[in-house]
């Protein structure tokens, strides 16, 4: 069981109920708009599941709320860049397609899983750099008192 | 809410890294990071702990004063 510090539930807490928030919203307004933009209204239901997922992710990696105390990221990060890597080359080979007949194809669904686990280590290497990036200016700034 | 200066002060004098004191206080870096910035306020319990590793009363720390309130 992964071990979150107080602020790190805090932040897992907020991004949650946003998360929920944002979905509910999504689905209120795609119930009410009458366009079907996916290949059927299930399927546009998933989709925005997931692309609520990714934000969710993708705020908690950025925030450094993700991965517990005592998680070894990197190790983390490769584990989760494997199935990530392999349901986007599917589409980058082009055996699966993205759109069908100016919709998301039935089985898009797997590229934003793809996207889903592949967002984890790209936000955490850009958090990644951004720290080093502050870190640096930190220590200019102390060196030069 | 203000910055915490006093704690990042104080972190420098014992010559620690907001992840020196993180692991002396049993959180994450960003944690440390969120207090000195005043994003967060941390629990009495965390206070307590950050207090007792730098050797400063929460007083020292966390009381902040305000010229318009009379105690």
Known sequence: MREYDEYQKFLRYKYGYHSFVILFSLLAINHFVDYQWA????????????????????????????FGKRDNPLLANLFVSVPGLLYLS???TG??????????????????????????PLTYAIRTVVDKLRERKEDVRTKSR | MTKNMRLKAERAKWGMSQQDLADAV????????????????????????????????????FWEENEDEGI
């Open chain 1, 95 to 120: 055996h699966s397609v993205l759109f069908e007949n100016g919709r998301l194809a039935a089985g898009s669904i797997w590229f934003f899983i793809a996207l889903f686990w592949l967002s984890i």
């Open chain 1, 39 to 66: 290949y059927s209204k299930e399927n546009e239901i998933q989709i925005l599941v997931w692309v609520t997922s990714i934000y969710f992710v993708v705020r908690l990696t950025f925030s450094g709320a993700y």
């Open chain 1, 90 to 92: 599917d589409y980058l």
């Open chain 2, 26 to 61: 049993d959180v994450t870096r960003q944690t440390i990071s969120a207090i000195e910035r005043g994003d967060y306020n941390p629990t009495i319990n965390l206070c307590i702990r950050i207090c007792r590793t730098l050797d400063v009363t929460l007083n020292d720390l």
